[in-house]
């Protein structure tokens, strides 16, 4: 089992610029989610979801957008980046809500 | 909302020293409590989970204690070493999607 992957693994935008950030999962976990961290800050909620086709929102969703088309994936979108964006983005998924998180070795993301 | 909170915020040992991390939560009303391990630019590695009803759970030299009704939970790793150096992370969960994070204790262990 792979477990939880992500792609990519760094990545430099300009202000304005679009992109996708991926994360795949071979455990057929229901829940996935998208988390950044920042420096002395922890961990943050961005989005979530419960199952195929779904997504909510986190604690900092402002400026990013989900979609969970296949169990196994749930892709983060950046519409139009900002410098506030750039931060380390991690995947995360469990099999149910009280199990244990997984997570992804994260995507390196600086936005110019 | 709440607040998670780790102290201290780094820690350096010799070889060989046992040792207790700190985490403290302001809701005691939590799912489950995790405690995570995080290498310099890697993911988190889970190291334990402890459900809102157990009071611990260990693995090999780990060992992790809540006490909800204080919001405290306590790591300890007995007969740290060199490959112990990291930052330990611990992460409450309040409902079905409400987990937060410490901002860490970064380890460092001498040989």
């Known amino acids: 089992n792979a477990g939880v992957t992500q792609t990519p693994k760094f990545r430099v935008l300009k202000t304005g610029q679009s992109m996708t950030l991926l994360c795949a999962q071979d455990?057929?976990?229901?829940?996935m989610y998208w988390y950044r961290q920042d420096p002395g800050m922890g961990l943050r909620l961005i989005h979530y979801s419960v199952g195929e086709g779904t997504t909510a929102k986190g604690e900092v969703p402002d400026g990013y957008n989900v979609s969970r088309l296949k169990k196994q994936n749930f892709l983060l979108g950046l519409e139009s980046a900002a410098p506030s964006q750039t931060s380390v983005y991690f995947c995360?998924?469990?099999?149910?809500?009280?199990?244990?998180?997984?997570f992804g070795p994260g995507t390196r993301l600086t936005v110019l | 909302k709440q607040e998670v909170t780790q102290i201290p915020a780094a820690l350096s040992v010799p070889e060989g020293e046992n040792l207790v991390l700190n985490c403290s939560f302001t809701?005691?009303?939590?799912?489950?409590l995790q405690w995570f391990r995080q290498d310099p630019g890697k993911g988190l590695t889970s190291l334990l989970l402890?459900?809102?009803?157990?009071r611990e759970q260990t693995s090999g030299r780990l060992n992790a204690s809540l006490d909800k009704s204080s919001g405290r939970s306590t790591l300890y790793i007995a007969a740290s070493q060199p490959g112990d150096s990291a930052t330990y992370l611990c992460a409450v969960r309040k409902n079905n999607n409400d987990m937060r994070f410490g901002a860490g204790t970064r380890l460092t262990v001498k040989p």
């Open positions: 455990m057929n976990h229901e829940y």
């Open positions: 809701d005691s009303a939590i799912y489950n």
């Open positions: 995360a998924s469990s099999f149910w809500t009280n199990n244990e998180q997984f």
């Open positions: 402890i459900q809102s009803s157990q």
